[in-house]
């Protein structure tokens, strides 16, 4: 039975397909639901693999956990470029325990998410603790040969100077790409995968829409970034993975595409990001 703060399950996909961002604990903790009943309701509509990601230490010993108990998900460990700044002295630690994680079994997929976000740090020295955060970060995606996944808000070229400065890993997910058709070529010249949320549905987005119109079908991905983002028709409610079909969908209309095509396409990506699991592997 749906809970009452999540709205109604969607039309099945017709082809299996991945959330490739979702938090699974938040999910859990803002709409009541545990996480073995949402990935049982994400893969009654078709998503039936999941990456679950981490904002901080505790987060990602969560999420690490939740990937060894459910073939269905597997982990991206990182601390959050605002959880970074606001740690204080306390975020030599928690970077210290997050690169204890890495190798530790082979559930973790990622270093995530990381990046640069000054939409809620304004100030200079902030923005240096999250570049050095940063820069971490990509030292570890490339040092174990993980997926790096990126949040990048309202700091674009920063971002990729960073990225450049530091030397691209081999495999980088724009998780909730926020950029124009501009930026997306020049993380796609730059060999990045492309993560659309429910965002790319809100009616102020056409920027959005346009970079995702212009992105390649070997480079697309969906997301959830769950319990957050929720897309329109369901706007303004819980989100969770489950939902994942309303984005699918949209963009396979935005881009004329078969649903079946669309679905086909995110799996393989995130499988090319990630590796197999789940019922791909």
């Given at each position: ?21 979702t ?32 904002c ?20 991206a460990?990182?601390?959050?470029p605002?959880d ?9 630690e ?18 995530g ?23 971490a ?79 390649p ?24 993975s ?6 699918v969908?949209?963009l ?23 590796g197999n699991?789940?019922s791909?592997?």
């Amino acid at each position: 039975m749906i809970a009452p703060a999540l709205p109604p399950a969607p039309e099945r996909l017709p082809v299996a397909t991945t959330d490739a961002h979702t938090h699974l604990a938040s999910t859990a903790t803002k709409t009541g639901v545990g996480v073995a009943d949402l990935l049982e309701r994400a893969a009654a509509v078709g998503i039936d693999r999941v990456v679950d990601v981490g904002c901080d230490l505790p987060s990602s010993v969560g999420a690490v956990q939740e990937a060894q108990a459910h073939d269905a998900v597997i982990a991206a460990v990182a601390i959050h470029p605002h959880d970074a700044v606001e740690l204080g002295d306390g975020l030599d630690e928690a970077l210290r325990g997050v690169e204890a994680l890495l190798g530790s079994t082979d559930r973790i997929r990622a270093v995530g998410e990381t990046g640069l976000d000054y939409y809620w740090v304004t100030d200079e020295p902030g923005r240096a603790v999250q570049r050095d955060a940063f820069a971490a970060h990509i030292g570890w995606a490339r040092e174990h040969d993980l997926a790096l996944v990126v949040h990048d808000r309202d700091a674009h070229h920063d971002l990729l100077d960073v990225l450049d400065a530091e030397g691209w890993p081999t495999r980088v997910q724009f998780h909730c790409f926020s950029g124009d058709a501009d930026l997306a070529r020049r993380c796609l010249d730059r060999g990045a995968y492309l993560s659309f949320p429910g965002t790319v549905t809100f009616k102020a987005n056409e920027a959005l829409r346009e970079a995702a119109r212009i992105t390649p079908a070997d480079r697309l991905l969906a997301e959830t970034d769950a319990p957050y983002l929720t897309p329109v028709p369901v706007r303004g409610r819980p989100n969770a993975s489950y939902l994942l079909p309303h984005t699918v969908r949209f963009l396979a209309a935005l881009r004329g595409d078969p649903v079946e095509e669309v679905c086909a396409a995110l799996a393989a990506n995130a499988t090319a990001l990630f590796g197999n699991w789940g019922s791909h592997g």
